[in-house]
Structures are given as C-alpha cells and as structure tokens.
Nanobody, 116 residues
Framework: QVQLVESGGGLVQSGGSLRLSCAAS????????MQWYRQAPGKQRELVAV???????GYADPVKGRFTISRDGANNTLYLQMNSLKPDDTAVYYC??????????WGQGTQVTVSS
C-alpha cells in the first residue's frame, strides 16, 4: 500500500505564494493521473489541477494563471505552486494519484489559509 504525504500548507497573506508537495512512499507504475483537489469549509471537494500521463495538464478556472502543477518523476513527488493567493483559495488541499481500477491513492490533506 502506497501512502501519499503532503506538506507545504500554512498561513499566508493575500497575494502571497505557497508550494505544496505530495510525496509517495513507494514507486508507482502506469500512473494515469496526478491531481490536486481542495475542500473549503461547507463546500464539496473540487478538482484544482490535473497532470495526466503524457504530461497533459488542466486547471480549474479559478486558479488558471496562478497555480502550476508539476512532478518529479524520479522521486514520485507531485507539486502545486500557488501564486497570487486569494482568501477564496483557503481550503484543505489533497493530492491524488490514480490508475483506476488498479489504485486510487489520497493524501491526508494540508491546510492552506489565506488572510485578507
């Protein structure tokens, strides 16, 4: 069983930056998608960014131009660079790595709080 461990969350002022990391405890093969989700209080979990095999990338409209998803394949680590942060970005951020139906791993979540 592979575990995903997230880090990099914290408290930042509006306009600031954070870089989230998601490290896998073991080697993953045939990854189909690596994703970042977030869940704000009282809201449903939403997809923020996705990196597909073949390096195709997609972003949710609210974060386009501000967030960048990337990976370090050698270390099986996923990143989310978040710039120009806004209070609306406040949420718990989760990483997800999947190849359905074979595996679908989630991290424990990391809190990002953006103050105005």
């Amino acid at each position: 069983q592979v575990q995903l461990v997230e880090s990099g969350g914290g408290l930042v002022q509006s306009g600031g930056s954070l870089r989230l990391s998601c490290a896998a405890s073991g080697k993953l093969f045939n990854i189909m998608a690596m994703q970042w989700y977030r869940q704000a209080p009282g809201k449903q979990r939403e997809l923020v960014a996705v990196l597909f095999s073949g390096d195709k990338i997609g972003y949710a409209d609210p974060v386009k131009g501000r967030f960048t998803i990337s990976r370090d394949g050698a270390n099986n680590t996923l990143y989310l660079q978040m710039n120009s942060l806004k209070p609306d970005d406040t949420a718990v951020y989760y990483c997800n790595i999947r190849n359905p139906p074979f595996y679908d791993y989630w991290g424990q979540g990391t809190q990002v709080t953006v103050s105005s």
